[in-house]
C-alpha cells in the first residue's frame, strides 16, 4: 500500500502562494486517484481537490475554485496542491490522499491511503 508524505507546510500571508508536495514510492502511482484535504481547528475534515487517475477529471470544493490547483508528476510520484490569493480560513492541516477508485465527490471515505498531514497558517 502506498505510503504518502506530505511537505510545505508553513506560515503564510494573506493573499500569498503556497505549494504542498506530497511524495510516494508507491510502484503503481500512476493507477492512483489522488485527493488534498484538510482540517481546520474544530471543524470536520473537508475535500479540498480531487483528481483521478489520468488527470483529465479534477474536482473542487467551492471555496478553493479559482485559487487551488491539483496536479501530479508521475515521474517524481508526487501529487501537489498549488494555493494561491490564501486567506484565513484556508488555515488548516492538510492530507494527501490515494485510492485506487476515483472520487466524483471528493470525499474522504472514497480514500484509503493518507498521509499525516502538513499545517498551513495564513496569517499576518
Known amino acids: 500500500q502506498p505510503q504518502l508524505v506530505e511537505s510545505g507546510g508553513g506560515l503564510v500571508q494573506p493573499g500569498g502562494s503556497l505549494t504542498l508536495p506530497c511524495a510516494t514510492s508507491?510502484?503503481?502511482?500512476?493507477?492512483?486517484?489522488l485527493g488534498w484535504f484538510r482540517q481546520a481547528p474544530g471543524k470536520w475534515r473537508e475535500g479540498a481537490a480531487c483528481m483521478d487517475s489520468t488527470g483529465s477529471t479534477t474536482v473542487y470544493v467551492d471555496s478553493v475554485k479559482g485559487r487551488f490547483t491539483i496536479s501530479r508528476g508521475n515521474a517524481k510520484k508526487t501529487v501537489y496542491l498549488r494555493m494561491d490569493d490564501l486567506t484565513p480560513e484556508d488555515t488548516a492541516v492538510y492530507y494527501c490522499?490515494?485510492?485506487?477508485?476515483?472520487?466524483?465527490?471528493?470525499?474522504?471515505?472514497?480514500?484509503?491511503?493518507w498521509g499525516e498531514g502538513t499545517q498551513v497558517t495564513v496569517s499576518s
Open positions: 508507491e510502484f503503481a502511482w500512476g493507477l492512483y486517484a
Open positions: 490522499a490515494a485510492d485506487l477508485w476515483p472520487s466524483e465527490n471528493c470525499i474522504q471515505t472514497d480514500f484509503a491511503y
